[in-house]
């Protein structure tokens, strides 16, 4: 049959939520070697990279069929007789390209992992220079062609710190910017952060810090607000979680462990923070079901997914109104009584299409959760507005493809037109131009380059050919 909807919104809710599969480490009856103590995950296309913080591991998990997930490879520390030197006690990846980038806190480092094969990884960068208080990387994030990585010695008391390092070359990963924390500059016992444009908000006991980063090399705090509890005006940011923060849009959303709550602060004016609402736990005196302890958060279009590590659950909020949070669902481990075999200790999430991947420390498993999207062969529609699209197979763009902020490419370009890029651009493949190219950003790559045309760059034209240059003329610089 089909289904008509003549006028109206068609809006699809979630509230039941179904585990669909568990993968577990092998020492927990599972499949999965050196899947002890599942961190973070992070997913692009058919594969899940997976930290295992006992197991001193990244993993890369075929997750193309949901309900049968299989482990294709995996890189060790060499703590465990592994081949990468920068991976003991992994907290935090972010992919980028057919690079992921880890926070390693067991080796102080920042490792660079080439996943382009993923039965067959190889750590190409690495850097654990404690001499520039590199000491308990936490939580890491890639843009433009630098990470920023933040430190914390959340365990020994302390302040931690924030680093950014020049990527581009994966091979030589280099400090351009830093602050090391201290009790007056802004940084203290450090926890989480969010990055939006040329600020980096940074969590830390309790307050919350706005660092300027539009100069790579001289990163700075421009603003602190504070937890009620230290004399402030914000109600709950008292001990957020670790890398519990995460910025959409004009909002910043942050786990308050030591609160059992969600804060929710408009960021619209970086120097003039405003929380407008806070969810707390029932046993805070709240209306959230399941949110002691609030550890992941993760925003996929009008929807907020929170991990909680005392309840074991995973829970969904609908957040289109920011000053009306409204909890939509959620479910639990069994050992709290709940339908899920996978969800002991929650840790990471990544909500990619209609599953929820999430990490469960206790269990030594992945949690795959069918989040009750819509699944159909064939769409037909005019516009579409999504906070992330995962296309796993190909994408035929017959019109514009217009990116306002970094393109990542991990493979092969090919430009048959012109392109007119006004951010930053990351080739780790091969690009063909056969056409001129306007180009006002930061051009980053990471193999051969060849442009047939005028590259043309602020004040500065360039005629290349296969990638040599011809003429170069510069007027107004």
């Not at 002890?36 to 990244?58: E, Q």
């Not at 294709?72 to 007789?81: E, H, M, Q, R, Y």
């Not at 208080?133 to 994030?141: D, W």
């Not at 806070?278 to 009008?302: E, H, M, Q, W």
């Amino acid at each position: 049959g089909e289904f008509i909807l003549n006028r109206g919104n068609f809006d699809h809710k979630p509230g039941y939520f179904e585990e669909v599969s568990c993968l577990r480490d092998n020492d927990s009856g599972g499949t999965a070697p050196y899947f002890a103590g599942p961190r973070d995950v992070f997913v692009v296309g058919k594969y899940a990279y997976v930290l295992g913080i006992t197991s001193n591991s990244l993993v890369v998990v075929d997750i193309s069929n949901p309900n049968n997930l299989t482990e294709v490879g995996a890189i060790l520390d060499d703590s465990v007789n592994g081949t990468a030197h920068c991976l003991a006690s992994p907290k935090d990846i972010f992919v980028s390209g057919h690079y992921a980038y880890v926070a390693a806190t067991g080796d102080n480092g920042l490792s660079i992992i080439d996943i382009s094969n993923p039965s067959n990884m190889t750590e190409v960068g690495c850097i654990n220079d404690s001499s520039n208080n590199i000491t308990k990387p936490l939580s890491v994030y890639v843009y433009g062609g630098y990470a920023y990585l933040l430190t914390s010695t959340i365990y020994t008391g302390g302040s931690g710190s924030f680093f950014i390092f020049d990527v581009r070359n994966s091979s030589n990963p280099t400090i351009v910017g830093s602050i090391i924390g201290n009790s007056t500059n802004g940084i203290y016992d450090a926890r989480a952060f969010g990055m939006s444009g040329d600020y980096a908000y940074i969590g830390n006991w309790q307050t919350l810090s706005v660092t300027d980063i539009s100069n790579v090399s001289n990163p700075h705090v421009v603003s602190s607000i504070a937890d009620d509890s230290a004399g402030g005006d914000f109600s709950s940011i008292f001990s957020p979680a670790q890398n519990g923060m995460i910025v959409s849009g004009k909002y910043l959303y942050l786990a308050a462990g030591g609160d059992d709550a969600i804060s929710i602060i408009d960021i619209s004016n970086p120097l003039n923070l405003t929380e407008v609402a806070v969810i707390k736990d029932d046993s805070a005196g709240g209306i959230a079901t399941f949110l002691d302890s609030p550890k992941k958060i993760f925003i996929a279009g009008k929807y907020m997914y929170v991990s909680s590590i005392n309840d074991d659950a995973f829970s969904v909020f609908d957040i289109s109104n920011p000053y009306n949070i409204i909890e939509k669902g959620y479910i639990q481990d069994d050992n709290q009584g709940g339908d899920a075999e996978c969800l002991n200790q929650p840790q990471g999430i990544f909500i990619s299409g209609k599953y929820a991947y999430v990490t469960a420390k206790s269990d030594n498993g992945l949690s795959v959760i069918d989040i009750t999207g819509i699944d159909t062969p064939s769409i037909n529609t005019g516009n579409i507005q999504a906070n992330a699209l995962n296309i796993i197979d190909f994408a035929n763009i017959a019109g514009d493809l217009f990116v306002m902020q970094t393109l990542n490419i991990g493979a092969n370009a090919w430009f048959g037109k012109s392109v007119s890029i006004f951010k930053d651009l990351d080739v780790f493949g091969i690009s063909v131009f056969h056409n001129n190219v306007i180009f006002e950003g930061n051009l980053v790559h990471n193999s051969n380059t060849g442009i047939t045309g005028n590259y043309t760059s602020g004040n500065c034209w360039t005629a290349y050919s296969g990638g040599i240059i011809y003429e170069t003329n510069c007027s107004g610089a």
